[in-house]
Nanobody, 115 residues
Framework: QVQLVESGGGLVQPGGSLRLSCVAS????????MAWYRQAPGKQRELVAS???????NYADSVKGRFTISKDGAKNSVNLQMKSLKPEDTAIYYC?????????WGQGTQVTVSS
């Protein structure tokens, strides 16, 4: 069973930055894809950013130019750098990693943007 452990969430003021990290208990060398999702209270979970094993990225329109997804093979991690945060970015953020048909989720990390 693969485990994904997220970290980096917290409380930040509008305009601030946070960096989320998701460390996998398995090598990410052969992953099919990696992604970050988020779920705000009363809303459906939505895709924030994704990264394929070939390096292609995709971002939700609401975060383009502010968020950057990346991976660190040495640490088996997928990261999300978030800048210029807005109150509407407040949500629980989940990482997702797929190895072929196997699909794993982290436990979620809370991001709160508030003054």
């Amino acid at each position: 069973q693969v485990q994904l452990v997220e970290s980096g969430g917290g409380l930040v003021q509008p305009g601030g930055s946070l960096r989320l990290s998701c460390v996998a208990s398995r090598s990410i060398f052969s992953v099919y894809g990696m992604a970050w999702y988020r779920q705000a209270p009363g809303k459906q979970r939505e895709l924030v950013a994704s990264l394929t094993n070939q390096g292609s990225t995709n971002y939700a329109d609401s975060v383009k130019g502010r968020f950057t997804i990346s991976k660190d093979g040495a640490k088996n991690s997928v990261n999300l750098q978030m800048k210029s945060l807005k109150p509407e970015d407040t949500a629980i953020y989940y990482c997702n990693i797929r190895w072929g048909p196997e699909d794993y989720w982290g436990q979620g990390t809370q991001v709160t943007v508030s003054s």
